[in-house]
Structure formats: C-alpha cells, structure tokens
C-alpha cells in the first residue's frame, strides 16, 4: 500500500520578486536620474507537483516583446527539470520540494535586454510516510544522503579490490614477491598492514595469517613480522675473515621454501605463499556537509549543521591465498560489510545496514569489478523504515524503501544516476520525485 502520498496540504504560494537592486532587472535606458522600473515573477503552486509562474510586466509599458524563464537553483539537477511554455505563463510539473530560484530575461521587439531578474522560493509539501508526517523535502534530503552510503560503498569495495588483486599479484608463482608486496604498504604495526591514498577517509588494513605451522607459530596465528622483510626470514648478516658469512634465522625461516643463496650479504630465497591466509578489513569515513533553510521575503537563509558521517566497513575472514585467486578468478569471493552506520544529526537519521555482501569478480575481459547489495533499519525522528539497496560497478545502482522490515510495504525505489550526483524516486503508484546532492 503506498503511503507516501497521502493527506498532501495545498498551499498557494504568492511570492513575487521586484526586479531591482542585486538580483533585479535594470533598464537599458535608464540614466541614475529615473526611477528604476521593475517585474513582478509570480509563482502559484497546485500541491500536486505542478508550478504555474507568470510574469507581470506592466511597468515596462509595453516594451517588452518577449520574456525568458529558465531555473537557476533547484532541487535536483537543474537541466533534468522542464519548463513547459503557455500563452501567457509557464508551467513546471513534477516539481521536487526544496529551495528553488527562477531567472526572467525580458527583451524589447529588437531583441534588445530590457531587464533580467530572479526569485527564490521555497516549497515544502507535508507529506505521510508510514504512518509518519514529514515534509517532502526532508524526504528529498534523505535520499541525497543515500547517493552518498551508495558512493561511499562502492569506494569501499574499489579498494579492498585493488589491494587484494596487489596482494595476489605479488604471490608470484606460489612465492612471495616481497618488492611488490612493500609497495602496498602506508606502514605496518605488530602484524597489520595500512593500506590507502587517503586513510582519513577510507582505509584498508591486512594481515597474514599462518594458514599451516611453522616456527613458534599455530594455524590461525596472526603473523607479527613484516612478510615484504627480509629481515623477518633471515637476519644478523655479517662476513668475518674468520668464519666467513654467518646469519641467524629469523621468526620467519619456516616459510622458506628450499634453500638460502646470499649475493654478498644481500639473502635471496622464496616464501611459500601457500603457508598464508589474508583477512581484510576496509574502513571509510566520509562526512556529508549539510545545511538547512529558511525563506525570508525572497531570500533563502542557509545555516550550516552538523554534517552526516558514514562509517563503513568491509570485512574478509581470514582465507588461504591459493583459494583467494580462486575465489577472484570464478566470482565467488565476497566481503560483507555489515556493522556499517550512517548518522545524520541534520535528518535525526540513525541507520545500521546487515545481510550485505560485496562480490569481487573479473569479466569476462579481465577487468575487477564488483557489485552486491545491503538491507538498512532506519530511524528518523518518530519515522522509522526499511531499505534494500544494489550497487555495482557495472550494472544500474538503486535502493527500495519500505515501511516494514520484511520489505512488502514498499514506498518505492530509488534509482541513482550512474555518476551518484542525483537520481528518481519512483513510488509505488508509479509518480516520480527527482533528487539529488545539491542544495542539500
């Protein structure tokens, strides 16, 4: 049953902007000594989604021939709205909640701009959604706020895909390439390994894991020395006129396969990468700016909040290497990041994702790619709702909201642009709400 269009208020809206000052028209003829001459925009608003928005042109006594009406601020992506011209007025239908601002050019019969101006308004249409009232564009926001869980996640999982594929590439014919493998890392403490060009935001931290004994290690033991030092093999190298080269071995010698050859003091010898499993855990941090608004005359006021912050994190138990490459080469290796949490102080948003797993795969060209999904439990305010969610690197990226946990209450689905900058709201009788990132 849908809800969310129910017991929608009409207001009329009977704003208008006097196209002077800053923001206003100026006559091409007028010297400092005239008074200025000016346009009224007048929007009207259905309730339904449909703008009207004439213009009154009176004060320029006929001079005006033509008039121009196009959208400089919305809600959405500007050029996703369409302006629908009439005699004597224009149209906006389908009109999306949120700050607005619409610019006039008026022209004389010679094509001559007499006067350009602008008006900013604001509509916010009460709405119900399970059970809960709230304003459309509240609701508008929160969706913006699911293009940056959906952008956030997809980062995520780029990166775990990259250091795995790292990893992999640097197990070079069942040995460890160690000058591949000190490439991946940010740096290293008691066995994990910081992967990441900007760790404030997302990180991947590994570890090896001894997948077989040896030395004083167990099964399932993390390994605490740097596997990409060959320190950590052999170690004490020196050369005496007496006892020749002489070394000890290092808490690693147990992984070396076969013999140990030096080129002078430097040690060459393979590790056997099958003795290793892999955990993983991608973390990101990304904070969403948010502002909120208020209209006062033909302005809006915007006040800065709380920004949302998304903390999501991708998790691989521990998995031999062989069966990792495995995995990689026939789609079946997947993370799950479920503990994931998005808070928004601006939306009262609390929200914990679980049954999420990210498949890591290659095409059919050779090419990584990834996609999987997450479910979501939500509280806003007294709101509280459901969402399934899709993302993937190849294919379209959308998340279901629902009123109910088992997701057979359905509101409707989101549909994310390929770029993550917008997208369409599609409820569940099939009406269409545009959202975006912007001014939210």
């Not at 700016?289 to 138990?317: C, E």
Request: charged residues 15%; proline residues 5%.
């Amino acid at each position: 049953m849908l809800r969310s269009l129910r017991n929608l208020s009409i207001p009329l809206l009977a704003l208008s902007l006097a196209g002077c000052g800053e923001d206003s028209p100026t006559s091409a003829t007028a010297t400092p000594a005239e008074p200025t001459v000016t346009a009224r925009l007048i929007v009207a608003d259905s309730g339904n989604g449909t703008l009207r928005i004439s213009l009154d042109s009176t004060g320029f006594n006929g001079q005006v021939s033509s008039s121009e009406l196009s959208i400089a601020q919305a809600p959405c992506v500007p050029d996703s709205v369409r302006i629908e011209s009439r005699p004597g007025y224009w149209v906006i239908r389908n009109a999306p909640d949120g700050p607005w601002r619409l610019a006039t050019t008026l022209r004389d019969a010679k094509g001559t701009v007499r006067a350009q101006g602008s008006l900013a308004f604001a509509r916010a249409t009460p709405i119900t959604l399970c059970n809960h009232p709230m304003k459309l564009g509240d609701w508008v926001g929160l969706l913006g706020g699911n293009l940056v869980i959906v952008a956030a996640t997809g980062q995520a999982a780029q990166s775990s895909r990259d250091v795995i594929i790292g990893i992999l590439a640097a197990m070079t014919l069942g040995s460890v390439d160690i000058d591949k493998l000190s490439q991946l890392q940010m740096s290293f403490s008691n066995g994990v390994y910081r992967y990441g060009n900007n760790p404030e935001q997302i990180l991947t931290e590994f570890a090896f894991v001894a997948a077989s004994p040896f030395g004083n290690y167990a099964v399932g033991d993390t390994i605490r020395e740097n596997v990409s030092n060959t320190s950590s093999y052999v170690s004490n190298i020196s050369l005496s006129l007496k006892n020749g080269l002489i070394w000890d071995r290092a808490p690693l010698f147990g992984l070396i396969q076969g013999d140990v050859s030096f080129s002078g003091k430097t040690p060459r010898f393979q590790v056997d990468a099958s003795r290793l499993s892999l955990t993983l855990a991608t973390r990101a941090q990304v904070n969403r700016p948010r502002k909120s608004f208020s209209v006062q005359g033909d302005s809006l006021i915007f006040k800065a909040q709380t920004p949302d912050s998304l903390r999501l994190r991708f998790a691989l138990p521990a998995m031999r290497i062989g069966a990792l490459q495995s995995a990689l080469d026939d789609g079946t290796l997947s993370l799950s990041h479920d503990g994931t949490s998005y808070t928004s102080h601006a939306d009262g948003i609390q929200q914990s994702f679980h049954s999420s797993l990210i498949r890591l795969y290659k095409d059919s060209l050779g090419q990584a790619q990834y996609q999987g999904g997450y479910q979501a439990d939500a509280v806003s305010g007294g709101l509280q709702y459901h969402h399934q969610g899709h993302i993937s690197s190849t294919a379209p990226q959308w998340t279901l909201f629902a009123c109910d946990e088992a997701l057979t209450d359905t509101l409707g689905v989101a549909h994310h642009a390929r770029d993550l900058t917008r997208g369409s709201f599609v409820t569940a009788r099939h009406d269409t709400i545009p959202y975006g990132l912007q001014p939210y």
